[in-house]
């Protein structure tokens, strides 16, 4: 706890301004806890008639914060299927081609099939394309409003066409 409120310190000391003023009176004092800070932190907005937070309700609803959210939804996803695959690739008593014949053997239409698979590689697809983008912001490109919202529709065209080609497979 120490270390984060030296390191909060080392932050305000390298930004403040240099002038005439102190500019100590922003650094929490030492002797204060977290949930003193965080109660002062409350009462101060409750104070101040600010909402506790705002919620996604209250925005109209864009391309680019649909994606940020559907971003994080895919990421959650892949990481948990990844490690229900692995622990169930580690405890089912048969090998992963016993699996594979037993699905074959359903003998399912090949349109319910590339259903399945187009809805297995969509957020793999979705998750990496958009990653790529943020790679992109990450490098100061297309950070306009306009380019985001090409690039957005960008990643949307590539996921569509390379999950139907995957599922194509």
Same mark, same amino acid.
């Given at each position: ?75 959650? !996803? &892949? %990481? /948990? @299927?990844? =490690?229900?695959?692995?622990? #169930?690739?580690? $405890? *089912? ?11 074959? !053997? &359903? %003998? /399912? @239409?090949? =349109?319910?099939?590339?259903? #399945?698979?187009? $809805? *297995? ?49």
């Amino acid at each position: 706890m120490a270390a984060l409120a030296l390191r909060g310190l080392g932050r305000r000391c390298l930004l403040a301004r240099l002038g005439p003023g102190s500019t100590l009176h922003q650094v929490i004092p030492m002797a204060t806890t977290a949930r003193e800070e965080m109660q002062r932190f409350w009462d101060r907005n409750a104070r101040a008639g600010r909402p506790l937070s705002p919620h996604v309700s209250i925005y109209k609803w864009s391309l680019p914060m649909a994606m940020s959210i559907t971003h994080r939804g895919t990421g959650v !996803a &892949l %990481s /948990l @299927g990844v =490690s229900v695959f692995s622990v #169930a690739a580690l $405890l *089912l008593p048969e090998h992963f081609p016993h699996y594979l014949a037993q699905l074959r !053997a &359903l %003998s /399912l @239409g090949p =349109s319910l099939l590339f259903s #399945a698979k187009f $809805l *297995l590689v969509l957020p793999v697809c979705y998750h990496t394309w958009n990653g790529i983008r943020h790679l992109a912001w990450d490098l100061g490109k297309g950070l306009r409003l306009p380019q985001v919202t090409q690039s957005g529709l960008l990643v949307l065209a590539l996921t569509l066409l390379s999950s139907a080609a995957l599922a194509a497979l």
